[in-house]
């Protein structure tokens, strides 16, 4: 089988757990302090605060800028579940917006015309890695006076403009979880530039409490802590950490490798019949995960993969129309088309050249065959 996602993991991971392990600090502490400076590095910007996982990365951001019962939060349907529960997690209400249909990106036109007087946040997903237009949806924001919570998932190492996701913006929440660009194990991270809003962060990844262990540890009076504000135990561990620090050697291969095979796989399927490419950046993104639209009998293509060995993802089902969120339900025709036709071919690292044919050839078979 050729997996659609797979993280590329190795000595160097478990040479860099071994280290945590000598320390029997397994908790939060040097190695979470370290992975932190090279996210801030990397990327940019001056905070990186580090949490066990993207959706938590999301639940702290809106929690840090007082999201609750009675405001709304505009967000594309398309995105991973974990987008939107963060928002009901807080009491307050998604309000489902439409992609454009040729990137998967947020439609600003669309998204605009949903903003109310009760509108306190807004999440443009950078879908597959690729940046959202910025500088419309910050514009948008401020003017409005509505905060802008980007989910960058996918696009650790992309850019917008020259600068790097997660540098410029308001609140950013990464994910480094076991298919992400940069995996943690499980993990992710919220970035700002925003003292102050790094600080309530920081505080509220670990209970409220405004120092954590590590740094009473150091200290003289390592036995008192205090509590000043709600929190939760969002915080990362050094194991995760100890991982994603050795990813970070081997994180520009990865990029340069998997932009790469996304040319190759367009340049295959360009000029084929029954097939959509979407409109990508290809400098400016790291790409995440490989998107085509099969424009007739998608399940059957899905089928006609997995049969081959071929593992294909739908990436993902609209959240409108799940039902847990019927309550929140509206008409999104844009993305109940667009949902119909997209799939995901495997990306991942360590993909061969020979699967990479295969994924190729296999979908050209699928669209010449008459009898689908
Ligand atoms: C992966 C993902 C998340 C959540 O990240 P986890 O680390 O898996 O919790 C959020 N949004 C999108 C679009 C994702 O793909």
């Known amino acids: 089988m050729i997996p659609l ?13 071994e280290k945590v392990f000598k320390t029997h600090w397994l908790g939060m502490g040097s190695f979470v302090y370290d992975f932190e400076k090279k996210v801030e590095a990397y990327i940019g910007v001056k905070h990186a605060i580090a949490v066990n996982t993207g959706t938590t990365a999301i639940h702290l951001a809106l929690a840090s800028i007082n999201i609750g019962p009675g405001d709304e939060v505009v967000v594309p349907s398309l995105t991973f579940v974990a987008t939107i529960q963060p928002i009901i997690n807080l009491g307050a209400k998604p309000v489902f917006c439409e992609v454009e249909p040729d990137t998967l990106k947020i439609d600003m036109d669309d998204a605009a015309k949903r903003i109310t007087k009760r509108t306190k946040a807004i999440i443009p997903v950078h879908y597959g890695g690729m940046a959202c237009d910025m500088d419309e949806v910050l514009s948008i924001g401020r003017a409005r006076g509505i905060a802008v919570v980007e989910d960058a998932a ?6 917008y403009k020259e600068r790097k996701i997660g540098s410029f913006g308001d609140l950013t929440c990464f994910s480094f979880d076991p298919i992400k660009n940069l995996t943690c194990g499980e993990g992710g991270a919220v970035t700002t530039n925003d003292a102050r809003t790094a600080e309530i962060l920081r ?26 504000i709600e929190g ?12 994603g620090l050795a990813q970070f050697k081997k994180f520009e291969n990865f990029i340069r490798k998997k932009k790469k ?35 007739k009998h998608r399940d059957k293509f899905i089928h006609y993969m997995e049969k081959r060995g071929i593992a294909v993802g739908v990436q993902y089902i609209p959240n409108h129309l799940q039902p847990f969120f019927k309550k929140y339900r509206q008409s999104l025709p844009v993305t109940e088309k667009v949902w119909k036709e997209i799939v995901s071919l495997p990306l991942h690292y360590d993909m061969k050249a020979e699967e990479v044919q295969t994924v190729q050839r296999s979908v050209e078979e699928f669209l010449k065959k008459d009898e689908k």
């Not at 409490?209 to 009076?221: L, P, Q």
């Not at 190759?264 to 000029?271: G, N, S, V």
């Not at 019949?273 to 290809?282: A, H, M, N, P, V």
């Open 5 to 17: 996602a797979r993280p590329t993991i190795g000595r160097e991971e478990l040479r860099n757990i």
């Open 154 to 159: 996918h696009a650790f190492g992309s850019s």
């Open 261 to 295: 095979m996304v040319r190759q796989y367009d340049d295959f399927f360009k000029d084929m019949e029954g097939i959509e490419l979407l409109t990508r950046d290809y400098e400016a993104t790291a790409p995440f995960n490989y998107t085509i639209k099969i424009k």
């Open 232 to 243: 939760y135990r969002y915080h990362m561990s050094n194991i995760n950490a100890a991982i």
């Open 203 to 228: 505080r509220k990844r670990l209970l409220g409490i405004s120092k954590d262990t590590w740094t009473r540890y150091k200290h003289k009076r390592s036995w008192f802590y205090e509590v000043s």
